[in-house]
């Protein structure tokens, strides 16, 4: 399928030798300088023919492996109705509050817009087509270009308006059946990877707006990767920082064992209050505001305790304000801020006694008002909640209890979730002997345990074992190809050019020809040429009447894995190979060389 | 590629018992009955898991056939700045006077466009990639889908929204390297149909909004089809009968041998005057007025001069009036139509002899008006330009000559040209023993010699061996994968259902198990269903717990080439092999199946 060969002299291949200025990161900088990408307009690209290559192995590895699971290809619609999107409940966050999605009208003034993802339309194919229970689990991929209408386009294909996906969607009677099919879409997307030649690691991950319970992203792992990722060294946890859990460093005992409540005057912050009674963070609880919105509207305001050594993870807290959505007849959270002055201002009754908060401040601090629930929700993240005589505010300025207890001295908050941040250094849940580390990644897929969240909504049902009408369990599984492609180039290159893994690499291996006014040099690379590509060592000729210099240049910054020179070995009957990865270089033999590198490449 | 096999039990398998409403062809009706497609809205369809094997097939042998003649395989982006369009000029006629392409505005409000076609950006990467006549020819292509705001979508996948188009464009130095692309891709085309195994005939064309000079259709021939074909026996000429040429019959020579006015009262039909005179039809020039409408809002009446036999050939027409634009200080056509008496109402000075209308007919017929041409465009056809002795009207009721001739009679038009109908039963051009018979088909492929239309208006340029800047010569070629697989089905069913050719059938065998519940059936079933992957016949299992007599109606319905029955003739060791397309069977031993269907499909 990858046969088809190519001299360069009769190929549009053009490199530059400046920096591109519209690039910030190397991989990008490095497809554009090595000519196979070029920018058409904001976050769009061509795929020239070197680029198409590289995304059409991949493709197939990603194809090979969907299709080794059982699941099945297929093609869905890029242009879609909005009554899907509205059935779904997604069409106004889509189109309005993020943005995100391209839509317009058609010349039948229906609405109609850009897939940036499927869930929708699958949705209701499975509900036209699925009807018992017998006929489960399903499982549909498709590779395809989607499109997001992003604030900020960068990066070349790793945020851009248009990319390549592997995109599935898999179908079942039960949550069991789909985690059976969520761990063999993990153990596929290991798989492509490992092809692939990357290093990765796969991660729990946040769900975010896709929804539903369970999720994990795969990472390609590169400096310039824009998330952070936790993991320990034993290799048995990874998570995305959003969604990582640990355990925070042991508390120190207080020294306080007995309540009281002490004179702090001046005490407004923890480093303030720590000086004050020379004690450890670990000992006092600390009390934050947050300001949520829900997206009926109303405002909830949520008093947060929390070991005064650890932060607040926003994403966590967010995902526990979903959770209690229905308390407060909404859906989902729109908003979740720390509120300023002006803001305390709108909601609060009296002024509140900021550095000094009690988990226990009365709702009398909050003005009676229509768009604000009237009663603090009260959370306690797990490493405040298992203090004993612990420190924390009074509600009074300028004074602190001491030897404080839950439940004792203070009711201690229904709600008790983690909602700490996961720090470098915090010890693993797994295997507290385990410290967690952190490192940069670009990530390149994500599964998800959806649920029912898409088929309730739009009534994709089926008939179980018992006759019963249900809803469709669901799972997702995404891979960005394109974005794929390019953090492979940014985990892999040097000073010169790219570094393409073998799997991946356009080409295996270019014959650059020293002089082509040369007959033996030019003789032997035809030769050569002919004879690597019907081994199915798929080779470039640079036959191009460009200096040695120019052609060994361009040949490290296309990055193909092994180079061939037909200079001046060829008088003992052999030529040059150079290994692009490690610039080792041997002289072979004419006749070995075939075989030689097609042992390396493995094929 | 296509390896992974299929057990229907297991896989997302509906076929229908209606017949369904949305669909008026019997292509578009199987593909909806046998589970090939879904709508998921106006011209717009979800490919399943067969289909896409299908497409995949017809984009494989696309591939491979683009690849043999060198041209690169890339892939652009579907959304396309407008900018781009409007360098083409072609913004305001695609979005607005035809609205065939979706545009709309981004977040920052930059106008954007969903492809229709790829011109301008193909044309804006050649820009900024080719300087220098030594970088060409070069062909760049991609497979993707496109997008149309169709007025009326139908047919499902032969006129719909979006859908998957193989599109190539290649650049050249001159009309000669041109030329040999264009032969190429030809070539290249025919030998893609031969191996679909479709019936089809490569016919000239008119080059429509595309523009260019030479361009040729490729018809899938259907009773469906949309269009005309005009043909030979020889197969040596075939044209879409909006560009055919012929030779009208012999003109009866004329009876009338000196130039005559005679009184022809009540003759204003060509009927009455042939039954007045006693006369042939192919004595007759008769003359008609038609009313052109330019770009720059011009109306310029024109005045055919026809054989009375023949007709009007309005793209031919329109083609020659396009032609003529410069003489009106206009670029091209936007209307063309005979005008009723309302309409000559508008521009006549006094009326006119319809009728009785001669070649000479005075420009005092024409009012003076600055948005009408005060002088007739006078156009005589091939037909009329050769007549000697004719007969004609006279410009004045009730009288025609008879015994006329050109130049002595009447100033032959300076514009002689081929604007006749071509008809079933003409005369061949090339041969004039051969007639030309007509066909109905679909047109799945085109092919275009653009010249510099795109590279001028955009400034895509090159320096040529002798140093000057000059527009690149483009050429564009583009394969409907979509429409040709639709195509294909709608060339070759049955009461029963679809009839694929071997070549892009989905599977090639199918197996029926007329019993699961047998054991030997299954066992047997299971070890062909295996073994026949292995060997490379593309082999499912109908293992699903229905009756023989649906699944041999499944079978049927979706076209597999092979059926394999594993019943009855087991007790001799044999399965029964049905061939779809001529329902003929034979038992044979099951250890010849594979090897026998092997040979059979020619793998």
């Known amino acids: ?16 030798r400046e920096e591109p200025a519209e690039a910030e990161i190397p991989s990008h900088k490095l497809l554009l300088r090595a000519g196979y990408i070029r920018r058409i307009g904001s976050g769009l690209y061509a795929y020239l023919p070197l680029m198409w290559r590289v995304l059409t192995k991949v493709r197939q590895i990603v194809k090979e492996e969907m299709d080794a699971t059982g699941a099945q290809e297929c093609l869905l619609p890029q242009l879609q109705p909005a009554e899907l999107w509205q059935q779904s409940g997604r069409w106004d966050t889509y189109t309005q509050a993020e943005g ?31 009807k018992s229970y017998r006929q489960l689990p399903q499982h549909l991929y498709q590779i395809q270009s989607k499109f997001r209408d992003e604030i900020r386009p960068r990066f070349g294909l790793m945020r851009g308006r248009e990319f390549i996906m592997k995109d599935g969607y898999s179908f079942h009677a039960d949550a069991e059946s789909l985690k059976a099919t969520y761990n063999d879409m993990h153990d596929a997307y290991c798989k492509m990877l490992t092809r692939c030649g990357l290093k990765y690691r796969a991660v729990d ?24 990722v936790m993991f320990t060294a034993d290799g048995e946890y990874a998570a995305n920082v959003e969604k990582a859990v640990s355990l925070a460093p042991e508390a120190v005992a207080s020294p306080f064992t007995s309540y009281e409540i002490k004179d702090t005057p ?55 304000l979903v959770k209690l959505a229905p308390n407060y007849g909404a859906k989902t959270v729109i908003a979740l801020e720390v ?20 988990p226990d401040l009365s709702d009398e601090y909050i003005q009676s008002s229509p768009n604000v629930h009237p009663q ?20 009074e300025p300028g004074k602190h209890v001491v030897g404080a207890n839950w439940n004792t001295n203070f009711p201690i908050p229904a709600v008790k979730v983690d909602i700490q941040k996961a720090l470098v250094g915090d010890r693993a849940i797994h295997d507290p002997t385990q410290v967690l580390e952190t490192a940069r990644g670009i990530e390149v897929g994500h599964i998800f345990q959806l649920g029912t969240k898409y088929s309730q909504a739009m009534g994709a049902t089926f008939t179980n074992e018992q006759g019963e009408e249900q809803p469709l369990v669901m799972g997702c599984y995404g891979v960005g190809v394109s974005r794929l492609a390019q953090a492979a180039v940014e985990q892999s290159y040097d000073k010169d050019g790219i570094i393409w893994p073998v799997a991946i690499a356009p080409y295996h291996a270019i014959i650059c020809v020293p002089n082509i006014a040369d007959a033996q040099q030019m003789e032997v690379a035809e030769r050569l040429y002919s004879e690597l590509n019907q081994l199915g060592v798929e080779t470039i000729l640079d036959d191009r009447d460009e200096r040695a210099g120019v052609k060994f240049k361009d040949a490290d910054l296309i990055g193909i894995p092994f180079r061939i020179v037909t200079g001046r070995s060829l ?10 990865a490690t610039k080792q270089s041997q002289d072979i033999a004419v006749e070995n060389v075939g075989a030689t590198i097609k042992d390396w490449i493995g094929n």
């Open 1 to 16: 399928m990858q046969k088809n060969p190519m001299r360069l002299s009769k190929s549009l291949f053009v490199t530059l």
């Open 100 to 130: 995100i999605m391209f839509a317009f009208t058609d010349r039948q003034k229906r609405e109609v817009a850009l897939g940036p993802t499927h869930e929708e339309v699958v949705t209701a194919v499975a509900r036209d087509l699925i």
């Open 205 to 228: 991950a946040d769900s975010g707006a896709i929804g539903g319970s369970g999720s994990q992203e795969f990472m390609v792992l590169a400096a310039a990767g824009e998330d952070d």
């Open 266 to 320: 001046n005490t407004n912050s923890i480093d303030k209050l720590v000086k004050f009674l020379e004690c450890d963070r670990t000992s006092i609880v600390k009390n934050l505001i947050q300001q949520a919105v829900y997206d009926n509207g109303k405002t909830v305001l949520v008093l947060i305790s929390i070991r005064s050594d650890r932060e607040v993870n926003q994403v966590k807290l967010t995902n526990e």
């Open 339 to 358: 509120p300023d002055g002006v803001a305390i201002d709108k909601w609060a009754s009296k002024p509140l006694p900021l550095g000094y908060i009690a």
């Open 376 to 395: 603090f929700l009260r959370i306690v993240d797990e490493t405040a909640a298992s203090l004993t005589n612990f420190i924390t505010g009074t509600n």
């Open 571 to 580: 008088k003992d009957g052999k030529v040059e190979v150079v290994q692009r």
